[in-house]
């Protein structure tokens, strides 16, 4: 049994009582002195000119201080894209300017014209109704197959076409993944759509700027998952503002899911508008502003080719994808639909030759860039449907299927250049088959057939990399950055400790997991632990959270600063017992000399550090404070196997989930409870994709889903309880904690089980459904029950 | 401009607000009651749940003005008397029925009423009465635990783990 709030234990969460008394501090809930508030003026058109912008009534409005538009960011830099993708010809990616305010075009429904800055948020809204915005409407670009033609209407029309960059991987793999696919004995094609989503955390981004303008010093209070990186893109790229002159602060921050990574223009508006009008400058997006301005996820179109021998091994796989970028590329947009898609598509399985093809597309839509998952979703679905429709066609059990084409050996090297550590796929095929009662199904189904419905058993497996990443390898790939994280552990006087980490907590529990590691490695109660995230005036450098990276990159700097710390503290431990530094061990916060009965208390030797009066000066320096910077050597790669059961009427096409269930190989866990809360919200999120959500666009560009009236979020009456476990645990061999991370899984795991448990129902009703698109919904399912 | 007063977790207060000051922005901005979140601007989040005379209320839904009068209850009223978390509220600790914490309030708000009325829900009458509150989180999952334990009755008999 785990110590109780040590490694391994269900502690509970310490944030928590602030949030359960509604003493969080969320951006919103900053107010600065002399606040002014700002509302962002807003496309209703996707792609249009703007000929001209007249303000002068707006600016006669009780209340208004300024209204901004583009001409007032002469000089000021572009919204920065992190990463850059090469196509198979050797071209670096089209990338397109992507201004604070519109310059001249409009290019998608949400798209910023103008800023109306006032003393009210009231008077600033109303003012923004007497602002006249002359727009000429253009065609818009919608469909990514039509943009990339020859004549297309050109969303920026300084690119010399729609298409951002045509990448192919491996490309020297090409022709042999051709000649295995015409030489197959068996070849299974998919066409699929990864639908459009919006991440939607529960907290509407927020900024706040502030100038401080005896020091020239700045401060942006934002929703971000990473302010650090924020800090970085906005001060070096958009407004020339050097890091000690500026601090980005992402205090309590309510979900992110990808969403929260990017730098968007409305903080570098607020930031920008708060040194020209010498006052702090609020913005509060709304829902339908978030709807239309948070960058949205997936947005993939994909035709997948699996190859088979005689024997059903899988001999090639071929992939081609058209990848949305919208009309501006986001953050981290171009590394999505390939570093962190096309390296997945070997999932569980040892097939030989892979080809992954993909053309990222601008069109007049909110920019596209990581959510949840963030690409190995994308992966995972392609491969785990096309799966299903191989094990149909040749007659065999899609459970059977997998376990046959299963890696079991250990590294493995993919075709596609990552190398698995560890894994035992068919332990979470056995654990997951068992916690679905797997047996027991087809008297289940007989059950519901009595009752005129469709009962459905749906299996997929998966396998994602996490822990993003070593820095020499993503540079290489393209990144604009290095993706080490760091912590600082600041041992005070009297024993307490202060981490500080560049790791962001917005949900993920990392006051109290963080704390359980530290305080298990030196010994000492977890509340005399506290970290200290989101503000780079306190934290050193860090990437920030995402990518499932926080405790397998995080975490590792943490222990590497806190193993410094160790070692410290035993050479001051020898001093004031007399004894050898070698002989010192460190065990429940008590330093020993091994062999005798001499101790001294972990107090004792942190006072010591700092009141060193009997101390060893000549050899080490007073205080106890050590920083590490962690650059991992690999990705992690949790896996695992998921099983859904759902009955469909086949009158009305409604689907009921009635279980599902996760058995996951995250490695080593730090805390169980976080852990599991961690699946139930991926796999909620993997079931809106799979059964509800979807960002929808008419064909003007129209976004005709931006309220939550019109994009169906899940709710509780919509999901079953869950079975989550994770005692499959294979760990990572390269980090310290032997973690994996645990927090994109069930997203990544849960949308293929879902759509194959529909589709096993369905043919078990005698109908010969192939595929449907997502979301499921009763009036997809039922036109398709029609049409078989 | 319209002059209220009102009951706010016991304590007595007045304000000048806009006739189109909603109830929301009365707490957040002139209570400086920042507990209570707002989470969408089309009343289904649930996010800005209170109780208005004993029933819950979703606070972006109702004028401040309307409000004149009325015993307002808010998530920063819920703790007993010595500070410590209330039934409801310690369930959620207990059964990690939060995470980013933004729905938080309003779903320790809505479960608060729910068993007001029903001191012993069901799993789907617990799921049901949810209906209005969005977690992005959780999956739903261990709210709904935290709100049986809360009433009292058998999680683990209940949940599917």
């Given at each position: 049994?785990?110590?109780?709030?040590?490694?391994?234990?269900?502690?509970?969460?310490r944030?928590?009582?602030?949030?359960?008394?509604?003493?969080?501090?969320?951006?919103?809930?900053?107010?600065?002195?002399?606040?002014?508030?700002?509302?962002?003026?807003?496309?209703?058109?996707?792609?249009?000119?703007?000929?001209?912008?007249?303000a002068?009534?707006?600016?006669?409005?009780?209340?208004?201080?300024?209204?901004?538009?583009?001409?007032?960011?002469?000089?000021?830099?572009?919204?920065?894209?992190?990463?850059?993708?090469?196509?198979?010809?050797?071209?670096?990616?089209?990338?397109?300017?992507?201004?604070?305010?519109?310059?001249?075009?409009?290019r998608?429904?949400?798209?910023?014209?103008?800023?109306?800055?006032?003393?009210?948020?009231?008077?600033?809204?109303?003012?923004?109704?007497?602002?006249?915005?002359?727009?000429?409407?253009?065609?818009?670009?919608?469909?990514?197959?039509?943009?990339?033609?020859?004549?297309?209407?050109?969303?920026?029309?300084?690119l010399?076409?729609?298409?951002?960059?045509?990448?192919?991987?491996?490309?020297?793999?090409?022709?042999?993944?051709a000649?295995?696919?015409?030489?197959?004995?068996?070849?299974?094609?998919?066409?699929?759509?990864n639908?459009?989503?919006?991440?939607?955390?529960?907290?509407?981004?927020?900024a706040?700027?502030?100038?401080?303008?005896?020091?020239?010093?700045?401060?942006?209070?934002?929703?971000s998952?990473?302010?650090?990186?924020?800090?970085?893109l906005?001060?070096?790229?958009?407004?020339?503002?050097?890091?000690?002159?500026?601090?980005?602060?992402?205090?309590?921050?309510?979900?992110?899911?990808?969403?929260?990574?990017?730098?968007?223009?409305?903080?570098?508006?607020?930031?920008f508008?708060?040194?020209?009008?010498?006052?702090?400058?609020?913005?509060?997006?709304?829902?339908?502003?978030?709807?239309?301005?948070?960058?949205?996820?997936?947005?993939?179109?994909?035709?997948?080719?699996?190859?088979?021998?005689?024997?059903?091994?899988?001999?090639?796989?071929?992939?081609?994808?058209?990848?949305?970028?919208?009309?501006?590329?986001?953050?981290?947009?171009?590394?999505?639909?390939?570093?962190?898609?096309?390296?997945?598509?070997?999932?569980?399985?040892k097939?030989?030759?892979?080809?992954?093809?993909?053309?990222?597309?601008?069109?007049?839509?909110?920019?596209?860039?990581?959510?949840?998952?963030?690409?190995?979703?994308?992966?995972?679905?392609?491969?785990?449907?096309?799966?299903?429709?191989?094990?149909?066609?040749?007659?065999?059990?899609?459970?059977?299927?997998?376990?046959?084409?299963?890696?079991?050996?250990?590294?493995?090297?993919?075709?596609?250049?990552?190398?698995?550590?560890?894994?035992?796929?068919?332990?979470?095929?056995?654990?997951?088959?068992?916690?679905?009662?797997?047996a027991?199904?087809?008297?289940?189904?007989?059950?519901?057939?009595?009752?005129?419905?469709?009962?459905?058993?749906?299996?997929?497996?998966?396998?994602?990399?996490?822990?993003?990443?070593?820095?020499?390898?993503?540079?290489?790939?393209?990144?604009?950055?290095?993706?080490?994280?760091?912590?600082?552990?600041?041992?005070?006087?009297?024993?307490?400790?202060?981490?500080?980490?560049?790791?962001?907590?917005?949900?993920?529990?990392?006051?109290?997991?963080?704390?359980?590691?530290?305080?298990?490695?030196?010994?000492?109660?977890?509340?005399?632990?506290?970290?200290?995230?989101?503000?780079?005036?306190?934290?050193?450098?860090?990437?920030?959270?995402?990518?499932?990276?926080?405790?397998?990159?995080?975490?590792s700097?943490?222990?590497?600063?806190?193993?410094?710390?160790?070692?410290?503290?035993?050479?001051?431990?020898?001093?004031?017992?007399?004894?050898?530094?070698?002989?010192?061990?460190?065990?429940?916060?008590?330093?020993?000399?091994?062999?005798?009965?001499?101790?001294?208390?972990?107090g004792?030797?942190?006072?010591?550090?700092?009141?060193?009066?009997?101390?060893?000066?000549?050899?080490?320096?007073?205080?106890?404070?050590?920083?590490?910077?962690?650059?991992?050597?690999?990705?992690?790669?949790?896996?695992?196997?998921?099983?859904?059961?759902?009955?469909?009427?086949?009158?009305?096409?409604?689907?009921?989930?009635?279980?599902?269930?996760?058995?996951?190989?995250?490695?080593?866990?730090?805390?169980?409870?976080?852990?599991?809360?961690?699946?139930?919200?991926?796999?909620?999120?993997?079931?809106?994709?799979?059964?509800?959500?979807?960002?929808?666009?008419?064909?003007?560009?129209?976004?005709?889903?931006?309220?939550?009236?019109?994009?169906?979020?899940?709710?509780?009456?919509?999901?079953?309880?869950?079975?989550?476990?994770?005692?499959?645990?294979?760990?990572?061999?390269?980090?310290?904690?032997?973690?994996?991370?645990?927090?994109?899984?069930?997203?990544?795991?849960?949308?293929?089980?879902?759509?194959?448990?529909?589709?096993?129902?369905?043919?078990?009703?005698?109908?010969?459904?192939?595929?449907?698109?997502?979301p499921?919904?009763?009036?997809?399912?039922?036109?398709?029950?029609?049409?078989? | 401009?319209?002059?209220?007063?009102?009951?706010?977790?016991?304590?007595?207060?007045?304000?000048?607000?806009?006739?189109?000051?909603?109830?929301?922005?009365?707490?957040?901005k002139?209570?400086?009651?920042?507990?209570?979140?707002?989470?969408?601007?089309?009343?289904?989040?649930?996010?800005?749940?209170?109780?208005?005379?004993?029933e819950?209320?979703?606070?972006?839904a109702?004028?401040?003005?309307?409000?004149?009068?009325?015993?307002?209850?808010?998530?920063?009223?819920?703790?007993?008397?010595?500070?410590?978390?209330?039934?409801?509220?310690?369930?959620?600790?207990?059964?990690?029925?939060?995470?980013?914490?933004?729905?938080?309030?309003?779903?320790?708000?809505?479960?608060?009423?729910?068993?007001?009325?029903?001191?012993?829900p069901?799993?789907?009458?617990?799921?049901e009465?949810?209906?209005?509150?969005?977690?992005?989180?959780?999956?739903?999952?261990?709210?709904?635990?935290?709100?049986?334990?809360?009433?009292?009755?058998?999680?683990?008999?209940?949940?599917?783990?």
């Amino acid at each position: 049994m785990p110590k109780d709030g040590g490694i391994g234990s269900s502690t509970k969460r310490r944030e928590d009582v602030r949030f359960l008394s509604g003493t969080g501090r969320y951006t919103d809930d900053i107010n600065l002195h002399g606040q002014l508030y700002a509302h962002f003026v807003r496309s209703d058109v996707a792609h249009g000119k703007i000929n001209g912008i007249n303000a002068d009534a707006a600016m006669a409005m009780p209340g208004v201080v300024r209204v901004f538009t583009a001409k007032d960011f002469e000089g000021v830099g572009g919204v920065p894209c992190g990463w850059q993708i090469t196509s198979i010809d050797g071209s670096p990616m089209q990338e397109p300017k992507h201004p604070v305010l519109a310059e001249g075009k409009v290019r998608h429904v949400g798209d910023p014209i103008a800023v109306v800055v006032a003393e009210s948020l009231g008077q600033a809204r109303d003012a923004a109704d007497a602002l006249e915005i002359d727009i000429e409407m253009l065609p818009a670009v919608m469909d990514m197959k039509e943009a990339v033609k020859d004549g297309a209407p050109k969303v920026h029309d300084d690119l010399s076409s729609n298409l951002c960059y045509d990448w192919g991987f491996v490309e020297d793999n090409k022709d042999a993944v051709a000649k295995a696919i015409a030489d197959a004995d068996h070849v299974t094609t998919l066409e699929l759509v990864n639908n459009r989503l919006v991440a939607n955390p529960m907290e509407p981004r927020v900024a706040v700027g502030d100038y401080d303008m005896a020091n020239d010093e700045h401060t942006l209070y934002t929703t971000s998952q990473n302010p650090h990186v924020i800090r970085l893109l906005m001060g070096a790229f958009v407004l020339g503002i050097p890091e000690h002159k500026l601090r980005v602060v992402a205090p309590d921050v309510g979900g992110g899911f990808g969403a929260k990574i990017f730098h968007y223009a409305e903080e570098a508006f607020c930031t920008f508008a708060a040194k020209q009008l010498r006052r702090p400058v609020k913005w509060t997006s709304s829902r339908s502003e978030a709807f239309m301005s948070d960058a949205h996820g997936r947005d993939h179109v994909t035709k997948i080719e699996l190859a088979m021998d005689k024997d059903n091994n899988f001999t090639a796989i071929r992939t081609e994808t058209y990848a949305n970028m919208g009309a501006y590329l986001s953050t981290f947009a171009p590394s999505v639909p390939t570093w962190l898609h096309g390296t997945l598509m070997a999932g569980n399985y040892k097939t030989p030759l892979i080809y992954v093809n993909v053309k990222a597309v601008f069109t007049n839509t909110v920019p596209v860039d990581a959510y949840r998952g963030a690409g190995r979703p994308e992966a995972t679905f392609q491969l785990e449907r096309v799966i299903d429709k191989a094990a149909r066609e040749r007659g065999v059990s899609p459970i059977e299927l997998r376990r046959q084409n299963f890696i079991t050996e250990f590294p493995y090297a993919t075709p596609v250049a990552v190398e698995y550590d560890t894994g035992d796929y068919h332990a979470t095929m056995d654990r997951v088959l068992e916690m679905a009662d797997h047996a027991g199904f087809e008297a289940r189904a007989a059950e519901s057939k009595k009752n005129g419905k469709l009962r459905g058993f749906g299996i997929a497996h998966y396998i994602e990399a996490c822990g993003i990443a070593p820095s020499n390898l993503v540079g290489q790939l393209g990144a604009r950055a290095g993706l080490y994280e760091s912590a600082t552990v600041r041992v005070n006087a009297t024993g307490s400790i202060s981490v500080m980490t560049g790791s962001h907590s917005h949900g993920q529990g990392h006051e109290t997991s963080f704390a359980q590691v530290v305080s298990e490695m030196i010994g000492i109660d977890a509340t005399q632990v506290d970290i200290v995230h989101g503000d780079t005036s306190k934290t050193p450098m860090g990437m920030g959270t995402y990518g499932s990276r926080s405790i397998a990159v995080g975490g590792s700097a943490m222990v590497r600063a806190t193993e410094k710390i160790i070692a410290k503290a035993k050479k001051i431990a020898a001093h004031l017992m007399e004894a050898s530094e070698g002989d010192i061990e460190l065990k429940d916060g008590q330093f020993t000399v091994a062999g005798t009965d001499k101790s001294v208390a972990w107090g004792d030797v942190t006072l010591a550090a700092y009141v060193p009066h009997n101390y060893p000066l000549e050899d080490i320096e007073p205080g106890l404070e050590e920083t590490a910077f962690y650059d991992p050597a690999n990705f992690t790669y949790p896996s695992g196997g998921y099983a859904c059961e759902v009955e469909v009427d086949p009158d009305t096409g409604k689907v009921d989930v009635l279980s599902f269930s996760a058995a996951d190989d995250f490695g080593n866990v730090i805390n169980p409870m976080i852990v599991e809360g961690q699946v139930h919200g991926g796999v909620a999120q993997g079931f809106g994709q799979a059964m509800m959500e979807n960002c929808a666009y008419d064909a003007d560009g129209q976004l005709i889903s931006a309220s939550y009236m019109d994009y169906a979020m899940p709710r509780a009456t919509d999901l079953p309880m869950f079975k989550v476990d994770h005692s499959c645990q294979t760990p990572c061999t390269h980090n310290p904690l032997g973690v994996k991370g645990c927090g994109e899984a069930g997203a990544i795991g849960s949308p293929p089980a879902f759509v194959n448990a529909v589709i096993d129902a369905l043919h078990r009703g005698g109908h010969k459904v192939e595929h449907i698109n997502m979301p499921l919904t009763p009036d997809r399912v039922w036109t398709a029950i029609q049409n078989s | 401009m319209n002059s209220i007063k009102l009951r706010v977790n016991g304590k007595e207060v007045t304000g000048q607000v806009e006739g189109r000051t909603l109830l929301v922005d009365f707490l957040r901005k002139d209570l400086r009651l920042t507990g209570t979140h707002v989470g969408c601007d089309t009343t289904q989040c649930g996010a800005c749940v209170v109780h208005v005379n004993g029933e819950p209320v979703k606070a972006c839904a109702m004028l401040a003005a309307e409000a004149d009068g009325a015993e307002v209850a808010t998530i920063e009223g819920q703790a007993n008397a010595d500070g410590s978390l209330s039934v409801v509220q310690q369930a959620f600790q207990d059964h990690h029925g939060l995470q980013c914490g933004f729905c938080t309030p309003g779903m320790v708000m809505a479960a608060t009423a729910l068993l007001k009325e029903n001191p012993k829900p069901s799993e789907a009458e617990i799921r049901e009465y949810l209906d209005g509150n969005i977690c992005r989180c959780t999956g739903y999952h261990n709210i709904v635990k935290s709100i049986m334990a809360a009433s009292g009755q058998d999680v683990p008999a209940m949940a599917a783990e």
